[in-house]
């Protein structure tokens, strides 16, 4: 048995019409720009994640330094509180106003805090620009004070871009953010 078809019913089931095709881009489109959101997002809250892991690793570098002099450090005579900022390089280490070279000669507990501090500080300053470090005593910080143990606060604060993924313009701001990390040597 033989089917006629007219033109009319072939044209129906001969594929897409450009409508249908138009809707297919538009919503591929939709998409792909989705996408490339989440990536920018994702991108950015890696570089977030990075300077944090960095800064954290920061203080426990000189939380390590303190506890490695504790002859120092949790000492009754030590008296300990200054901060920095991107202009420290330039300005005397505040404990003594010159900073000891402990690589070469044999140093006093109280010379290789300097020195640790003054390294420290350097390397921070040159790694973080435009952030700020803190170290202050927070127990029994008066010299000679017997009543409780010594410990410090190492205070970090700096700014972070942010990629917001739900606002439409200018997805970028910029936020302070801190941290605190407490030592007691």
């Given at each position: 048995?033989?089917?006629?078809t007219?033109?009319?019913?072939?044209r129906?089931?001969?594929?897409?019409?450009l409508?249908?095709?138009l809707?297919?881009m538009?919503i591929?489109?939709?998409?792909?720009?989705?996408?490339?959101k989440?990536?920018?997002?994702?991108?950015?809250?890696?570089?977030v994640s990075?300077v944090?892991?960095l800064m954290?690793?920061q203080?426990e570098?000189?939380?390590?330094?303190?506890r490695?002099?504790?002859?120092?450090?949790?000492?009754?005579?030590?008296?300990?509180?200054?901060a920095?900022t991107t202009?420290?390089?330039s300005?005397?280490?505040?404990?003594?106003?010159?900073?000891p070279?402990?690589t070469?000669?044999t140093?006093?507990?109280?010379?290789?805090?300097?020195?640790?501090?003054?390294?420290?500080?350097?390397?921070?300053?040159?790694?973080f620009?435009?952030a700020?470090a803190?170290?202050t005593c927070?127990?029994?910080?008066?010299?000679?004070?017997?009543?409780?143990?010594?410990?410090?606060?190492?205070a970090?604060?700096?700014?972070?871009?942010?990629?917001?993924?739900n606002?439409?313009g200018?997805?970028?701001?910029t936020?302070?953010v801190?941290?605190?990390?407490?030592v007691q040597?």
């Amino acid at each position: 048995m033989l089917v006629k078809t007219t033109p009319l019913a072939r044209r129906q089931a001969a594929g897409f019409t450009l409508v249908e095709l138009l809707v297919t881009m538009l919503i591929v489109t939709v998409g792909i720009l989705g996408i490339v959101k989440m990536q920018a997002a994702g991108v950015a809250e890696s570089q977030v994640s990075r300077v944090r892991s960095l800064m954290t690793f920061q203080a426990e570098s000189l939380a390590s330094s303190m506890r490695a002099n504790r002859g120092y450090w949790a000492s009754t005579t030590a008296a300990f509180s200054t901060a920095w900022t991107t202009v420290a390089t330039s300005q005397t280490y505040p404990m003594s106003g010159s900073t000891p070279d402990c690589t070469s000669s044999t140093c006093s507990a109280t010379d290789m805090a300097h020195a640790d501090m003054a390294a420290w500080r350097d390397a921070f300053v040159n790694a973080f620009p435009g952030a700020t470090a803190t170290v202050t005593c927070s127990g029994a910080c008066t010299a000679g004070a017997t009543t409780t143990p010594r410990s410090y606060d190492i205070a970090l604060s700096w700014s972070e871009k942010t990629v917001a993924v739900n606002r439409s313009g200018n997805s970028t701001s910029t936020s302070p953010v801190s941290m605190v990390l407490h030592v007691q040597p």
